[in-house]
């Protein structure tokens, strides 16, 4: 069957997906951080079941395996992965969504029902203007959608469904990979890569129609504590040192025209603090390094320590820890080695009738991680937009054309390899 007669499933069960409640914790030292997100795993791997894949399984830490056995007698085809995330973030709640299914969008105000202040515009989301004639998907507004990354999970098990129903469709193994806590950082903190056994990978975690994404951030975490002294605040006078003022006063030093998300754009980089919190005593702030050049993240980090050092050190009996953590760094240092795996999936779309847009991430995905774990891994569009928010949106033709470029994808892997 031609996969224009193929009758998609994404819309189905991208609406089904969201109303399972999956919000990451970062505040957790769990794995995943929360429990529910393993509810999600369950469900897929029953549906893969279903499909056919024998082998589908969620392991400890809540991760879906699955395959799609090879069709062809060429054991030099590589095995090629489709990741998604099943978490959603924790910036607005994904508990009980209620999707909506708005069919042929006609490029008017879409006011969100279950509250009427949040109204969907061309002109705060210009990319609507492209979708005028589409079906969108929404919430309902007191919530995310979570099509960050259930279009993702949607497009990949619409694509097992594709297969087993389309067996002309020549391609090598297929191992399909989907993970927890994407959205606090620590996607594949415990994947076994030789359990995943895979040789190249995809992410379905873009936006716009024909979007790849092989150059993300690098990026760091730190921890700055300061340390104050406590008194009595009634004889406080020369003895106390309240760390929170001391934490107000490093924030205060941050530059206000540069060097932070709000004033940058492109391939700039920035320093942005998180969280800030603490007693008098004691105060820690916590701060994102990214930069899509990994060496300048060192000179950031050390900008922003002297920063500290020079406020905390005109306090007597101050003091200050400096706590940095890798996070993750630009898969464009290891798919620049292999660019075919980027190329094929360009040629994909063009088959296909998408016109790509190759895209740099200001953020990471699993690919980063996945990439330096031994696993090139670029990222595809979805989609997804508006993420993050209760103006979140999703086009299901833009679903349906990621799953044909999945289709036109391992065909081309069959035929290179």
Request: glycine letters at 8%; a negative charge; proline letters at 5%.
């Amino acid at each position: 069957m031609p996969i224009e007669n193929y009758k998609h499933t994404v819309a189905e069960r991208l609406m089904r997906y969201v109303q399972i409640d999956t919000t990451a914790d970062p505040n957790s030292e769990s794995f995943p951080s929360t429990e529910i997100q393993k509810n999600l795993g369950k469900l897929l791997v029953e549906e893969l079941k279903e499909l056919g894949i024998n082998d589908a399984e969620m392991d400890e830490w809540g991760y879906v395996f699955g395959t799609v056995k090879s069709n062809v007698d060429k054991d030099s085809i590589p095995t090629v992965c489709f990741c998604a995330h099943m978490d959603t973030a924790p910036d607005v709640t994904g508990k009980d969504v209620k999707p909506i299914l708005h069919k042929n969008y006609d490029g008017n105000p879409i006011t969100l029902p279950d509250d009427e202040s949040q109204v969907i515009t061309v002109e705060q989301h210009p990319y609507l203007k492209e979708k005028i004639g589409d079906d969108l998907i929404t919430a309902s507004g007191k919530t995310l959608l979570g099509a960050d990354d259930k279009a993702g999970v949607a497009c990949i098990m619409d694509f097992v469904q594709y297969l087993k129903e389309n067996p002309s469709v020549e391609h090598g193994d297929i191992r399909i990979l989907f993970t927890p806590d994407e959205e606090v950082g620590r996607g594949v903190d415990h994947l076994d890569m030789e359990k995943l056994n895979a040789d190249y990978g995809y992410t379905l975690d873009g936006g716009v129609l024909g979007s790849i994404e092989d150059e993300s951030f690098s990026a760091d975490s730190v921890k700055i504590t300061v340390h104050g002294v406590s008194a009595h605040p009634g004889y406080a006078k020369g003895k106390l040192i309240n760390a929170l003022k001391i934490g107000g006063e490093i924030l205060a030093a941050l530059p206000k025209d540069s060097w932070s998300p709000e004033t940058t754009e492109g391939r700039e980089g920035f320093v942005h603090p998180v969280a800030f919190g603490g007693i008098q005593e004691k105060a820690t702030l916590t701060f994102i390094i990214r930069d899509h050049n990994t060496k300048q993240l060192a000179e950031y980090e050390k900008r922003l320590e002297n920063t500290v050092k020079n406020i905390v050190h005109k306090y007597a009996g101050a003091r200050y820890e400096f706590e940095i953590n890798e996070q993750y760094r630009n898969m464009k240092e290891i798919l620049k080695d292999v660019p075919f795996v980027t190329d094929y999936a360009i040629q994909a779309m063009k088959e296909v009738g998408i016109t790509p847009r190759p895209v740099i991430i200001r953020g990471g995905t699993d690919g980063s991680r996945l990439s330096f774990m031994g696993l090139p891994c670029p990222n595809l569009f979805t989609g997804e937009m508006a993420i993050h928010s209760k103006h979140e949106y999703v086009s299901v033709q833009d679903m349906e054309k990621a799953v044909k470029t999945m289709g036109a994808l391992v065909e081309i892997w069959a035929k290179h390899q």
